[in-house]
């Protein structure tokens, strides 16, 4: 409530209403218009308003006249002043209503700004933080920060590029010459050579089995899923793998000259850019490192259409390897087949493993 709305005090202290005061001034100011000529029947219902406004606008200032005479109040005079009190409460009752509702819109509007402010100042950190300079940092900081990136601890390496696991990659190596022949001719050794003091005989199947065994054992300890296959084994009919390879090894036929070296080949009805091409030179690079062989590159008709590329599922990847000449390099392939099969397994491993580097 306003200072003027508070009840006044009586001379005698105590205090009285501020409807029984408003009446007693009613009571003089009929008593004054009793003096002036009485008021028409219809301006006399929008007098009491009007003089009810200005006597409440002059409470304060206006002072009480003690020398009027107070005649009783007629029961008109009653009946008007109780209208006239409803009246004024009902104004103040609006006013206060009034300003309830100034208040919430205060609160509304200071709600509304932070929903505001909070976002902008999230957009404008963002924006400043371009222009940022790293050394604003705290030394300390900076220092733990460089420590957690070296560490890798910033970038974690996305699990789903890790390289397929070996044990789900299957590899077939071919024995050439080994097992039964095929549709069960007599079996086939391949070349059967003497030995370098003419004695004993050699003969290619034993060296095919003991390189390839080798690199069975090799790829397995690897963790790689190996086949080791015959020469004409069943399960080459559509053998889908992700690698196929042969190994066998050439004639210790005398051509009157020194004939020494290695030959890889993959099969001539594979294009030339595909992936068989790939595996074969992941495989000469491998082998000639660890053989020391010189590679050639007089391809026969046995090694490009060679029985198992026909048999093999189209897209599985295959090559043949021709180890070396039986005469002129007979005795690394007899005494280190395990530098041999080396050169194969790390030629695999080329083709496999994107990351592979035998050095
Ligand atoms: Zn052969």
């Not at 819109?105 to 505001?116: D, P, Y």
């Not at 097992?179 to 070349?191: C, L």
């Not at 990847?317 to 392939?333: C, R, V, Y």
Request: with cysteine; proline share 7%; aromatic share 6%.
């Amino acid at each position: 409530l306003s200072d003027n709305e508070k009840s006044p005090q009586s001379e005698s202290g105590v205090e009285l209403p501020a409807s029984l005061i408003f009446m007693e001034m009613m009571r003089q100011a009929a008593a004054k218009a009793a003096q002036t000529p009485p008021p028409t029947e219809e301006s006399e219902a929008v007098a009491p308003v009007e003089s009810a406004e200005s006597a409440e606008a002059t409470e304060a200032t206006e002072p009480v006249e003690p020398a009027l005479v107070k005649p009783p109040m007629t029961e008109e005079e009653r009946q008007r002043a109780a209208a006239m009190e409803a009246q004024r409460v009902r104004r103040i009752k609006r006013r206060q209503e009034k300003r309830r509702q100034r208040r919430v819109s205060v609160l509304g509007g200071i709600v509304r700004s932070f929903l505001v402010i909070i976002p902008s100042a999230l957009l404008m950190a963002t924006i400043l933080s371009w222009w940022t300079d790293p050394q604003f940092l705290n030394p300390q900081v900076r220092q733990q920060l460089g420590a957690a990136a070296a560490a890798g601890m910033l970038t974690p390496t996305p699990t789903m590029l890790a390289p397929t696991p070996n044990w789900m990659q299957k590899i077939g190596i071919v024995s050439g010459h080994n097992g039964p022949g095929q549709n069960g001719e007599p079996f086939d050794p391949g070349a059967v050579c003497e030995d370098l003091n003419g004695n004993v005989t050699v003969t290619e199947r034993e060296i095919n089995f003991n390189v390839a065994t080798r690199v069975v054992t090799g790829l397995r300890d690897l963790g790689y899923s190996v086949d080791l296959l015959d020469e004409f084994d069943p399960r080459l009919q559509n053998y889908e793998a992700d690698v196929l390879v042969s190994i066998h090894a050439n004639t210790c036929q005398d051509f009157g000259e020194r004939v020494s070296g290695f030959l890889v080949a993959k099969a001539e009805a594979r294009p030339e850019a595909g992936v068989d091409t790939l595996l074969v030179e992941c495989i000469a690079r491998y082998y000639a490192e660890s053989s020391k062989l010189e590679r050639r590159f007089g391809l026969t008709k046995d090694m490009t259409d060679y029985h198992s590329f026909r048999e093999i599922h189209p897209t599985t990847p295959a090559a043949i390897i021709e180890l070396g000449f039986l005469l002129a390099d007979q005795q690394i392939m007899v005494e280190q087949p395990e530098l041999l099969a080396q050169g194969i397994v790390d030629g695999i491993r080329c083709f496999l493993e994107p990351d592979f580097d035998a050095a």
